[in-house]
């Protein structure tokens, strides 16, 4: 056993020994493979670099993966045989220059990829359009690295007849950036590629939502807009959105996730960086749409804002659905909660205008009211919007105070029993309305006239509700309801209107009457049938079918009591009197009477042309009305 501090002397060196050196590395059979990968890997990056001065001009003008796929395949493998490399030095010799060699070459190889990825991205915009990217996502999902590593030379062949020209570049082109990405990403060069790629996908979604109409218009700009104009920018924002969100926004999802399917945090930054400016522009028009001054011409375009993106909703969830892409669901949920908001204010504000209107001119004739005919296409016009509302108003029930009859507000009722909200809210303006048309029949001197006024606006607010989807919303129940109530005005009408004819006439022809009291009889009857058909000569019953019923109804009350009285006394009169002006109709002459009531002053047309107005509602806001596209 060694003495103490032996162990000492054995390794201690002398001063003038020479310094102990590392044992040197063993070359191994893996140290030639890999040095192997590097010299190949040199052969192939230099002759594309076109930094390099032994490097030709078609290096610097051409494209690898455009005009030379299958080196641009054995570049790729260079590349990762290469990395296979350095990864190797690193744990084998940290301080190899050859470990050095192979950085330098990995970064020219990166810079060529940058530049290769940027051409492919440029020269094939037209082919990576948003329209052929969401049509053929299905086959580009199926398509991978692997495919491109496929491929033969000759495209054509693999792709066959199944896809056209313009879808084979497509998907080619979609190959190699993904080829691209992958590689620099796992090289460590992702940001490089993502720096390319957002800049240029970014500018092509700005200029596409540019050239669909969407602009970047703030809410003091839009609130400054008349409505003609603004109505404009309705209309293009909506034929807008749908293409931007199921075409731009999803082609442009399609063609970032399977770019950068090797890393889900860069496809979501790339998507939300390329996307979010553009999406919030287009979301965010509507709400300060929503935000501008409230009138009721403006309902059915708040409406058709309101169903674009209600009906896109699902979409627009699943194509932001990154946490980065959050704000834009927010403001399209945003948008759809001020419309709504907005929608519920303009339905207050139409139901409060009917119950203002002051106008007081009777419509001559006892015509159709223009309060009717604005409220009714207005009320049908809503109805076509029912699916929409029925959202908007399902949770705002319908309160109020008014002591209008109960029998008067029949609640529409489904199969199972319930009242869906909008019939409900619907069936309530109309009952407005019809209020207010009592209120407007006071104003005739002639109680017949109005009645005769609320039989013409009641069978034109049942007509219009039986010729729209108000009849689905409503029901048949209340269309027959009304009816009835029209009938009941009709004879009403009657009733005051003819009294006095019919009381001229005896109610019992067949009792006796001496000639003198039948003479009697035929001047009261004749001054009373034409004091009625001079009186109602200007009265009008614009509805072809009411009008009918009621000459046919006062035709059978009155021609067959009157030809039975002048039938049994006519010749005894015209004998004994002398004065043929004392029998001065005839029975036929009645019915001809009859049949020329009812046209208005005009005659013939079967309506009449009101100089009446209402104060709440303008002829302009009658038109607008129509906002829906049909």
């Given at each position: 056993?060694?003495?103490?501090?032996?162990?000492?002397v054995?390794?201690?060196?002398?001063?003038?020994?020479?310094p102990?050196?590392?044992p040197?590395?063993?070359?191994?059979f893996?140290?030639?493979?890999?040095?192997?990968?590097?010299?190949?890997?040199?052969?192939?990056?230099?002759?594309?670099?076109s930094?390099?001065?032994?490097?030709?001009?078609?290096?610097?003008?051409?494209?690898?993966?455009?005009?030379?796929?299958?080196?641009?395949?054995?570049?790729l493998?260079?590349i990762k045989?290469?990395?296979?490399a350095?990864?190797?030095?690193?744990?084998?010799?940290?301080?190899?220059?050859?470990l050095?060699?192979?950085?330098?070459?990995?970064?020219?190889?990166?810079k060529?990829?940058?530049?290769?990825?940027?051409?492919?991205?440029?020269?094939n915009?037209?082919f990576?359009?948003?329209?052929?990217?969401?049509?053929?996502?299905?086959r580009?999902s199926?398509?991978?690295?692997?495919?491109?590593?496929?491929?033969?030379?000759?495209?054509?062949s693999?792709?066959?007849?199944?896809?056209?020209?313009?879808?084979?570049?497509?998907?080619?082109?979609?190959?190699?950036?993904?080829?691209?990405?992958?590689?620099?990403?796992g090289?460590g060069?992702?940001?490089?590629?993502?720096?390319?790629?957002?800049?240029?996908?970014?500018?092509?979604?700005?200029?596409?939502?540019?050239?669909?109409?969407?602009?970047?218009?703030?809410?003091?700009?839009?609130?400054?807009?008349?409505?003609?104009?603004?109505?404009?920018?309705?209309?293009?924002?909506l034929?807008?959105?749908?293409?931007?969100?199921?075409?731009?926004?999803?082609?442009?999802?399609?063609?970032c996730?399977?770019?950068?399917?090797?890393?889900v945090?860069?496809?979501e930054?790339?998507?939300?960086?390329?996307?979010?400016?553009?999406?919030?522009?287009?979301?965010?028009?509507?709400?300060?749409?929503a935000?501008?001054?409230?009138?009721?011409?403006?309902m059915?375009?708040?409406?058709?804002?309101?169903?674009?993106?209600?009906?896109?909703?699902q979409?627009?969830?699943?194509?932001?659905?990154?946490?980065?892409?959050?704000?834009?669901?927010s403001?399209?949920?945003?948008?759809?909660?001020?419309?709504g908001?907005?929608?519920?204010?303009?339905l207050?504000d139409?139901?409060?205008?009917?119950?203002?209107?002051?106008?007081?001119?009777?419509?001559?004739?006892?015509?159709?009211?223009?309060?009717?005919?604005?409220?009714?296409?207005?009320?049908?016009?809503?109805?076509?919007?029912?699916?929409?509302?029925?959202?908007?108003?399902?949770?705002?029930?319908?309160?109020?105070?008014?002591?209008?009859?109960?029998?008067?507000?029949?609640?529409?009722?489904?199969?199972?029993?319930s009242?869906?909200?909008?019939?409900?809210?619907?069936?309530?303006?109309?009952?407005?309305?019809?209020c207010?048309?009592?209120?407007?029949a006071?104003?005739?001197?002639?109680?017949?006239?109005?009645?005769?006024?609320?039989?013409?606006?009641?069978?034109?607010?049942?007509?219009?509700?039986?010729?729209?989807?108000l009849?689905?919303?409503?029901?048949?129940?209340?269309?027959?309801?009304?009816?009835?109530?029209?009938?009941?005005?009709?004879l009403?009408?009657?009733?005051?209107?003819?009294n006095?004819?019919f009381?001229?006439?005896?109610?019992?022809?067949?009792?006796?009457?001496?000639?003198?009291?039948?003479?009697?009889?035929?001047?009261?009857?004749?001054?009373?049938?034409?004091?009625?058909?001079?009186?109602?000569?200007?009265?009008?019953v614009?509805?072809?079918?009411l009008?009918?019923?009621?000459?046919?109804s006062?035709a059978?009350k009155?021609?067959?009591a009157?030809?039975e009285?002048?039938?049994k006394?006519?010749?005894?009169?015209?004998?004994?009197?002398?004065?043929?002006v004392?029998?001065?109709f005839?029975?036929?002459?009645?019915?001809?009477?009859l049949?020329?009531?009812?046209?208005?002053?005009?005659g013939?047309?079967?309506s009449?042309?009101?100089?009446?107005?209402?104060?709440?509602?303008?002829?302009?806001s009658?038109?607008?009305?129509?906002?829906?596209?049909?």
């Amino acid at each position: 056993m060694p003495r103490k501090g032996m162990r000492t002397v054995f390794f201690k060196q002398s001063p003038s020994s020479p310094p102990i050196r590392s044992p040197p590395h063993r070359h191994t059979f893996s140290d030639k493979l890999m040095d192997e990968n590097i010299d190949n890997a040199h052969i192939l990056i230099s002759k594309w670099d076109s930094d390099s001065p032994t490097s030709s001009n078609y290096c610097s003008i051409s494209s690898l993966f455009r005009d030379n796929r299958q080196e641009a395949k054995q570049y790729l493998n260079s590349i990762k045989q290469l990395q296979s490399a350095m990864q190797y030095y690193i744990s084998e010799n940290s301080a190899s220059e050859k470990l050095v060699r192979a950085q330098n070459l990995m970064q020219i190889a990166m810079k060529r990829l940058e530049k290769e990825f940027y051409q492919t991205l440029k020269s094939n915009r037209d082919f990576l359009d948003s329209e052929s990217l969401s049509n053929h996502s299905s086959r580009a999902s199926r398509s991978s690295f692997s495919d491109f590593e496929d491929e033969s030379e000759d495209d054509s062949s693999r792709y066959g007849d199944t896809v056209s020209e313009v879808e084979r570049v497509s998907i080619v082109a979609m190959a190699d950036l993904k080829a691209i990405a992958d590689c620099m990403i796992g090289s460590g060069y992702g940001k490089e590629c993502v720096k390319i790629y957002k800049i240029i996908r970014k500018s092509i979604v700005d200029e596409t939502l540019y050239n669909l109409g969407v602009e970047n218009l703030n809410f003091s700009q839009i609130q400054k807009m008349d409505w003609e104009v603004l109505e404009l920018k309705i209309k293009s924002w909506l034929n807008a959105v749908k293409v931007a969100v199921k075409t731009l926004f999803y082609g442009e999802k399609v063609l970032c996730d399977y770019v950068f399917s090797a890393s889900v945090s860069i496809k979501e930054s790339c998507f939300a960086d390329i996307t979010r400016d553009g999406a919030l522009t287009l979301f965010g028009f509507p709400e300060s749409v929503a935000k501008c001054k409230k009138t009721p011409e403006k309902m059915f375009r708040t409406l058709d804002l309101y169903e674009a993106i209600a009906d896109l909703w699902q979409d627009i969830e699943s194509i932001f659905s990154f946490e980065s892409t959050s704000t834009v669901r927010s403001q399209a949920v945003n948008s759809l909660i001020r419309l709504g908001e907005a929608a519920r204010t303009m339905l207050t504000d139409f139901e409060s205008a009917i119950s203002k209107d002051n106008s007081k001119t009777p419509v001559p004739g006892g015509g159709v009211h223009p309060l009717t005919r604005y409220v009714m296409n207005y009320i049908a016009f809503l109805a076509d919007y029912s699916g929409i509302l029925s959202d908007i108003v399902a949770d705002w029930p319908l309160t109020t105070s008014s002591p209008l009859p109960e029998s008067y507000f029949g609640s529409p009722e489904h199969e199972d029993g319930s009242s869906s909200a909008i019939s409900v809210r619907l069936a309530w303006l109309i009952l407005v309305l019809l209020c207010k048309l009592d209120g407007k029949a006071e104003f005739y001197k002639e109680v017949s006239l109005s009645y005769l006024f609320l039989a013409n606006n009641l069978q034109y607010v049942v007509n219009k509700v039986r010729k729209s989807s108000l009849k689905l919303l409503i029901g048949d129940e209340w269309i027959t309801k009304h009816e009835a109530k029209v009938k009941q005005y009709a004879l009403n009408y009657e009733r005051m209107g003819w009294n006095k004819v019919f009381s001229s006439l005896p109610e019992n022809s067949a009792s006796g009457m001496t000639i003198h009291e039948a003479a009697e009889c035929f001047k009261r009857f004749n001054s009373a049938f034409e004091e009625a058909c001079k009186k109602q000569r200007s009265w009008v019953v614009p509805d072809g079918k009411l009008r009918d019923e009621i000459k046919v109804s006062l035709a059978k009350k009155l021609v067959p009591a009157y030809r039975e009285f002048y039938e049994k006394y006519r010749v005894a009169v015209r004998r004994e009197i002398g004065n043929t002006v004392t029998v001065k109709f005839s029975p036929d002459d009645l019915g001809n009477y009859l049949s020329d009531l009812f046209f208005g002053i005009t005659g013939g047309s079967g309506s009449i042309s009101s100089a009446s107005s209402t104060s709440s509602f303008s002829s302009s806001s009658t038109h607008s009305a129509s906002g829906k596209s049909r």
